[in-house]
């Protein structure tokens, strides 16, 4: 059978197709020094306004900042990290590598984020995430984070706006119920 044939009977689901290659367990662990190559290359690539090799280099060495990488294979797929700000945690990163979205790694991160906040004893948790990032925002959602403002014009480079989401129940017992969306749009309108 010719290869354009076998391929088109794959695509049509008559025949199976090629079996995708298995990604080994993801590791998260605590950013160090030797990460910042690997996150310089994966900011730049994440965010239109990357944050700079050196800042990570202070968050690395700062005991109030906490940041992950998140590893499979031995390679580098996504971090995040926050600092504590009074009794919060203000969440300043997540990012996970294009070609590794929708596998559930931001998801580990993020959840991975959220245990180390409660282990710092803080219940309260906030970030802000642009406007037009519906899929971050989604994300969170299901986290539990809450609307809580517009911050106007908040990034610098094209102006947008970034909504503020605030999670307060870090510490409670009782699991989070997420928000209904269309009360989150309305609000964030």
Known sequence: MSSLLRRLRTALGMEPGPVPPRLGALEIRPMTLRDLGGVGALE??????????????????????????????????GYTGFWVEDRSAHIAKLAVHPDCQRQGIGSALLEHMLDAI????????????????????????????????????????????????????????????????????????
Not at 50 to 56: D, F, L, N
Not at 64 to 74: I, L, R, S
Not at 118 to 131: C, D, F, N, Q, S
């Open 44 to 77: 730049g690539v994440s965010f239109g306004s990357p944050w700079r090799t050196s800042s990570y280099a202070r968050a690395v060495s700062d005991p109030n900042q906490h940041f992950f990488v998140a590893e499979q294979d031995g390679h580098m797929v």
């Open 118 to 189: 409660r282990r710092l004893g803080l219940g309260r948790a906030y970030l802000e995430v642009r406007r037009s990032n519906v899929q971050a925002q989604a994300l969170y959602r299901q986290f539990g984070f809450r609307f809580e403002r517009v911050h106007p014009q908040a990034y610098p480079n094209d102006r947008e706006d970034a909504l503020v989401l605030v999670r307060s129940d870090l510490l409670e017992t009782t699991p989070h119920q997420p928000e209904d969306t269309r009360l989150w749009n309305e609000r964030s309108s």
